[in-house]
């Protein structure tokens, strides 16, 4: 692990705005792992706020797709899309009245005292609730351990410099993360649960100790290091125990669910809201005011970035972090259920860099957060050697970056390990 | 704005350094041990790490012309291996040696291999080895400090005086931690080679697992087995003279032709130690650390190959 510049001055201490409506939201049909979802509204139907508009008959993975706005839809076609290039999205007029669709009623503690953990699922999965931290795997499943978990652990790490959509909605939204947390545990049946949040966000680490306080909850602080939010650090670093190769953390009977995520389940159950918005920080050098601001899913790019402002014209717009995020080439794309932030770099941060020879430094094998030797996996590339590839670790990756942050050669490192995992033989 | 935003592959932050620093980083680290070296020896010692300097450069940018590929000697590293041949270099050669042993360091060493970063034996240590068995009187006559002064005056290095079974008693420790006894240019002031050790080390371009292991080593094995019966040899004098100060903390340490992994790299040193060790006390060569450093490099592939960290989630 590697202590990075956070960056994350320019957002911390701002509040969650909410976003001025939309004119237009495209929102893909395709925001999480598994298959995409089929329409379920044709052009020139007239939509409700949170109402579905795609899903699959399949029992394939997969969480359904709600509308983010009233209004009309004017279209159903391809529209950029920040993960997968292009995906289809349905492309709605908004009537700016919010309408909600009908049979939203708020729950009452009492009632949702009295859901079962399938309840809960049912409402989780309906409610189209996916896994914020960045795989957008459905929460729905991950909620249906086979077996119980002994701790659960939530992720607060937000590890990646720049962003600070988690460390807000920690700050801003407390309680209603505990009551999310809650609904976990009854699902996974854990024994005991760990808030986990790095010592850079000081303010969620003492409001979440002051809510915990006399629960059996515990707040952990951990170092603030990259890339402390990973899964298999997290385990790592908080159980002492490692995921075996090939395994789920269920297989060491634990769980990880992201902060974003519980709320997403704490409004899903008590709200009986789809996830159709959520926290985003647009942030970076080029922003004239940096926010994080509460924005509905299929919103523009653009929209976010003109509401906070330029100093000057980015030349890279970054959908996420700087280490893991992926550079976009227009700024129509929309915001999806994993954005958690915007990041425009300029000129300054983005000097292309030439790549030399390996020196042989080691940096990246001493960097790899999971005992990789990276140098000799891209020899291994170069040479086509899959096999080699393979045997000093390639299919391990965790795509973190560190490797290719650190090269002083500037060699795209992380690049080359996921090409080799694409190409070893199954 | 579209049509010049940049689309590139993850991550899109990088850290500051770059290899061309690191490299003349080094150079800047061994300029003390340099300057002494021209102090102790006269401007002629100046003279040929010029010239070695220059041969290297050279070498390296015709090579580079030749075979039509980029020229990259901005990156320090053609510089740097001058330098360092110069620095293995008695100050009484004369000043073909040192463009020789630059050209043989360059065009064998490193180009023949397929150039940057995939020579396996250390460069300008291949050089010395070629000038050693190629013109071994000149390689091994030294002369004595300031006698450029008066006529030069040749003397035994205070490690090959040892091996005749003479010891050169008016050398204090004290001297040869100054670097006031005979030599070669770069390795005789210990003060000034640890000075920017120092440097590097707490800019991070090298790490303590190398040097600390093969001087270590060299210091045990000297004091174990340097003297009749055990644990009486004089391990110190050991680790003052000689190259071991600068072999260890700035040959033995070239990232291209040492190991990757910390662990790799303690193995490495301690190798090179013994190898070191042997030579110096029962081998034929007064002072060991070039070859045991070519050795080690030789066997760097496969210590990198056994030597690996455990991945997570394995066992």
């Known amino acids: 692990m590697v202590r990075l510049e956070e960056n994350k001055k320019f957002t911390e201490n701002r509040p969650i705005e909410k976003l001025p409506l939309p004119k237009l939201v495209y929102v893909p049909l395709i925001q999480h792992l598994g298959k995409p979802c089929e329409a379920e509204v044709k052009v020139g139907d007239v939509v409700m706020l949170g109402q579905r508009i795609g899903s699959i008959e399949a029992k394939a993975v997969h969480s359904h797709i709600h509308a983010s706005v009233s209004g009309k839809v004017l279209a159903i076609d391809n529209w950029p899309h920040p993960v997968l290039g292009t995906a289809k999205a349905v492309v709605i007029e908004n009537d700016g009245k919010d309408q909600k669709a009908q049979g939203t009623v708020l729950r009452a503690q009492e009632e949702v005292d009295r859901l079962t953990a399938q309840d809960i699922r049912d409402i989780v999965f309906e409610a189209g609730v996916v896994g914020m931290g960045g795989a957008s795997f459905p929460t729905h499943i991950k909620l249906n351990p086979p077996k119980s978990v002994e701790t659960l652990i939530i992720n607060g790490a937000e590890c990646e410099p720049y962003l600070t959509s988690d460390s807000r909605l920690m700050i801003e939204k407390t309680a209603e993360i505990i009551k999310g947390i809650e609904l976990v545990k009854k699902c996974v049946r854990a024994k005991e649960v760990i808030i986990a949040i790095e010592e850079n966000k000081p303010e969620a680490i003492k409001d979440f100790e002051k809510a915990v306080a006399g629960t059996e909850y515990r707040v952990r602080v951990l170092e603030s290091a990259y890339p402390q939010g990973g899964e298999k650090q997290l385990t790592q670093n908080i159980l002492g125990k490692e995921i075996p190769r090939g395994k789920l953390p269920f297989d060491i009977g634990t769980s990880v669910q992201n902060v974003a995520t519980v709320f997403a389940i704490y409004e899903a159950v008590y709200l009986a809201k789809p996830l159709y918005e959520r926290v985003v920080t647009v942030t970076g050098p080029c922003v004239a005011n940096p926010k994080n601001l509460l924005a509905r899913i299929g919103t523009q790019f653009k929209d976010l970035i003109s509401f906070c402002g330029l100093k000057q014209d980015p030349i890279k717009i970054i959908s996420g972090g700087p280490m893991m995020g992926i550079a976009q080439y227009t700024d129509q794309v929309p915001v999806i259920k994993s954005t958690n932030g915007i990041l425009l770099l300029d000129q300054e941060q983005t000097s292309s860099f030439t790549e030399v020879f390996c020196s042989r430094c080691g940096n990246c094998v001493r960097a790899c957060p999971v005992g990789l030797l990276p140098t000799l996996i891209n020899l291994s590339c170069k040479k086509k050697n899959w096999q080699s590839a393979k045997f000093y670790g390639a299919l391990d990756c965790i795509e973190c970056g560190l490797c290719s942050y650190v090269c002083p050669s500037n060699i795209n490192l992380v690049q080359s390990i996921k090409r080799a995992k694409m190409e070893i033989p199954k | 704005m579209e049509n010049r935003l940049i689309v590139s592959p993850s991550p899109h932050a990088h850290i500051d350094d770059s290899v061309a620093k690191i490299m003349w980083a080094v150079s800047l680290a061994l300029l003390p041990a340099g300057a002494a070296g021209v102090y102790f020896f006269g401007l002629k010692a100046l003279w040929i790490i010029i010239l070695g300097i220059v041969s290297a450069v050279a070498t390296e940018i015709i090579l580079q012309k030749l075979s039509k590929s980029k020229i990259t000697v901005s990156d320090g590293s053609a510089f740097l291996t001058g330098l360092l041949l110069a620095y293995n270099l008695p100050p009484g050669v004369p000043f073909w040696v040192p463009i020789v042993g630059s050209f043989f360091a360059i065009f064998i060493g490193k180009f023949v291999f397929g150039g940057l ?93 190398i040097p600390f292991s093969f001087i270590g080593t060299v210091g045990f094995f000297t004091c174990v087995f340097g003297a009749k019966g055990l644990f009486n040899g004089d391990w110190l004098f050991h680790i003052l003279s000689g190259g071991l100060i600068l072999g260890a903390f700035y040959m033995a340490t070239d990232y291209v032709t040492s190991p990757l992994t910390r662990k790799g790299q303690i193995i490495f040193g301690i190798g090179c130690g013994l190898i070191t060790g042997v030579i110096r006390l029962w081998g034929g060569y007064p002072e060991g650390v070039c070859y045991a450093i070519l050795i080690m490099n030789a066997a760097t592939p496969l210590i990198d190959r056994y030597v690996r960290p455990r991945i997570y989630g394995t066992k």
Not at chain 2, 178 to 195: K, Y
């Open chain 2, 117 to 209: 970063g995939k020579n396996i034996f250390n460069p300008a240590l291949a050089g010395r080895a070629f000038l050693m068995a190629s013109w071994p009187s000149l390689m091994t006559t030294f002369v004595k400090p300031f006698g450029y002064k008066y006529d030069a005056i040749t003397s035994a290095t205070p490690l090959a005086a040892l091996k005749e079974g003479k010891v050169m008693e008016h050398i204090s420790n004290l001297n040869l931690f100054f670097g006031n006894r005979p030599g070669c240019i770069g390795e005789v002031c210990v003060l000034a080679l640890l000075a920017g050790a120092v440097f590097l080390l707490i800019k991070g371009y090298i790490s303590w697992h």
